[in-house]
C-alpha cells in the first residue's frame, strides 16, 4: 500500500534533522520513521524499511507518534503566501505523515501541469492525481 525505500541499507543513517512538511510532492522515500517522546529524557526515534512496520510500532510503544515518511524532493512546490506558488529545483528532505504518500510521485509534468495557466480550478487535484 505505501512505496518502497530507495535505498533499504541507508535507513537509519539519514541526520534526525529534516524539514516538516510542504513541497506538495515527493521522490523517493528514505525510511519511515516512528518518533517516541519520554517525559524525563530526549525524543528518539525508530527506523523502518516500510511503513507496516512503522505502523505495527506506533501502536505499541510507549510515547510513539504515528508514522512519518522522511522522503526527498528533487524538484518541490513552494507555497510563501496563500495561493502563490514558486517551482524550486533543488533537493530538500523533509518528514511527511504517510497518508501524503497517497499521491502519486512527482513526475516531469506534475509541478508544470500544477503552474500552468490551464490548471483545474483545484490545483491540489493534479497533486493529487485525479486530473
Known sequence: MYPKVKDPSMVGEYSALAKAGGGFVWDEVLEYRVWCHVKDGDDYYYAFEDAETALECSRQEKGAEEPLALILQIEYIEEPEIGQYI????????????????????????I??????NAPENRLDIIRGIV
Open 87 to 110: 517551482h524550486v529545483k533543488e533537493e530538500r528532505i523533509t518528514e511527511w505523515p504517510i497518508e501524503f504518500l497517497k499521491r502519486p510521485r512527482r513526475s516531469e509534468n506534475t
Open 112 to 117: 508544470p501541469d500544477f503552474l500552468s495557466p
